[in-house]
């Protein structure tokens, strides 16, 4: 089949690579005459393992990118992976979607025969058929559900193992309002389906897969968020937290994934996505206590974190060793990561702040100019008064020597990861 991406972000390569390598003939199309570059010569815009050589192997054959949308006119199906970021107020902010929408409905004035438009992207129950369709209808002249038809095919692919995550997904989601649109989308994914081994794949409406992302990442968030609330009552009494959500876990019913407590969630999903449906809920009349709890008890992880710190030193004029600043182990974005409210909370206490972090130095560079960055862990405990781990690198868990180069070893970790206890004083955040 034909398909085409708009965006050429993290979700669009991957998926535009990955549609490629199960037979598919894709175009991209981004505004970034770069990103577009770079896929036509073969490489990835973005870093994920595997993508390069997926790219690499494709471009100039079944996969293309271009800046041009009249591009998706030779196509069957087109599908937005376009950024939904977070307005002030936690809502969703949908005008990068709506101007993509709108180039798209333009083009397709001039389209011959059926047309499918999918939203790839993270949008609230509603957006599609509301917001998208009308927009498609308006700017095309064409009839929706004659001319076209729209779809909703949400994504769950994590950051650092993208590729692997889209090409052997736990589930497939396809919504949609007609049958002919069930049935195109059914032609889109039997390949990768069948590749896959046979994952469930999810037939549904259009606003129930735009539901069925929300409660995805609200319910790995607040288990997160859960884990820690636990964690920090165990830290109360003493109780090794680590050994009850191990224990947790082995229930069938709860499943040990997404138990790993610590200073909390980030990342460019769940912060957005917990924020835009209590926003959306709240609009619709639903006060969304679960979930708002979720965010307080995130958001007091850092705090807490600082508040152990101070039991042992004090941060005004002290050099804190900041380890890792990604959201998480695997990928140099620091969008949301933990690292943010710490350093923002360490420098208001008037601490010297120095931060490492194997891949993510230059992301944090641009969020803080100003503070100390060290090429190693070594290097950044070197003199420290306090080491506080946030992001779960294996490198930090094999640290030993190098905190005797401390001038006091205090090591608040905020992944329990750290495995030396000898001759420093430790304390686990949870
Ligand atoms: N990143 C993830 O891990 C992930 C996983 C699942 C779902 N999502 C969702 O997928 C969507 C896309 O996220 P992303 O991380 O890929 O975004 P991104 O910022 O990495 O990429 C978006 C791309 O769109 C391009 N773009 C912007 N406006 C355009 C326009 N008018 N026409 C064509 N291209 C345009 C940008 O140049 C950029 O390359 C979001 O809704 C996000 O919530 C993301
Ligand atoms: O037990 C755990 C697991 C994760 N995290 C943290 O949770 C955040 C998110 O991690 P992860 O889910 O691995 O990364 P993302 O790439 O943000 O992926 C999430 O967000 C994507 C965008 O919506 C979804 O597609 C994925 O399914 C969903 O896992 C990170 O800060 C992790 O450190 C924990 O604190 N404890």
Redesign the pocket.
């Known amino acids: 089949m034909k398909l085409s991406i ?7 390569t991957t998926i535009a690579a990955c549609f490629a390598e199960v037979g598919h003939d894709v175009v991209n ?4 005459e770069d ?1 577009v570059a770079s896929v036509n010569d073969g490489d990835a ?2 870093h994920e393992p595997g993508l390069d050589e997926l790219v690499e192997k494709h471009a100039g054959d079944r996969l293309r990118a271009t800046t041009d949308y009249d591009a998706i006119l030779d196509t069957d199906a087109t599908f937005l ?4 970021p977070s307005e002030d107020d936690g809502h969703i902010d949908l005008s ?1 979607m709506e ?2 929408a709108r ?1 798209v409905g333009r083009t397709l004035a001039d389209k011959d025969g059926y047309h499918l438009v999918v939203t ?4 609230v129950p509603t957006t599609t058929e509301e917001v998208i369709a009308p927009l498609l209808e308006d700017e095309s002249g064409l009839e929706l559900g004659t001319d076209f038809d729209i779809g909703m095919n949400p ?5 650092g193992s ?1 590729v692997s995550d889209f090409l052997g997904p736990d589930k497939v989601v396809l919504g949609s309002q007609t049958d002919r649109a069930a049935a195109l989308l059914r032609d889109v994914f039997d390949p990768l389906v069948e590749r896959a081994g046979g994952p469930p794949v999810v037939e549904t409406g259009v606003r129930e897969a735009e539901m069925i992302k929300y409660a995805n990442n609200a319910f790995l968030a607040s288990k997160i968020s859960l884990a820690n609330d636990l964690a920090n009552i165990c830290k109360e009494y003493g109780i090794d937290s680590e050994e009850v959500l191990d224990a947790v876990g082995l229930d069938s019913r709860i499943g040990s994934a997404f138990l790993g407590a610590g200073v909390g969630w980030g990342g ?2 769940f912060p ?2 917990v924020a835009a449906i209590v926003a959306a809920a709240r609009d619709a009349g639903y006060e969304a206590t679960m979930l708002e709890a979720a965010v307080e008890v995130n958001d007091r992880q850092p705090v807490r974190m600082l508040d152990i710190l101070r039991e042992h030193t004090d941060p005004s004029g002290a050099r804190v060793a900041v380890l890792g600043l990604a959201f998480k182990p695997g990928t140099d974005d620091v969008r949301n990561s933990r690292a943010i409210p710490l350093i923002d909370a360490l420098l208001d206490a008037g601490a010297d702040v120095v931060g490492y972090d194997p891949v993510a130095t230059e992301n944090m560079r641009e969020h803080f100019p100003d503070i100390d960055y060290a090429d190693s862990a070594a290097d950044a405990l070197a003199g420290a008064d306090a080491a506080l781990v946030v992001t779960d690198w294996d490198e930090f868990a094999a640290l030993d020597d190098e905190f005797d180069a401390m001038t006091d070893a205090v090591v608040v970790d905020g992944r329990s990861i750290v495995s030396r206890r000898d001759g420093i004083v430790y304390e686990s955040l949870v």
Not at 120 to 123: L, M, N, P, Y
Not at 155 to 159: M, T
């Open positions: 708009i965006g050429s972000g993290y979700v669009g199309v981004d505004i970034d990103i815009p973005i992976a376009l950024p939904t990068i101007a993509g180039s790839k992207s993270t949008v994504e769950f692919l994590r950051e993208a460019s999903c957005k996505d």
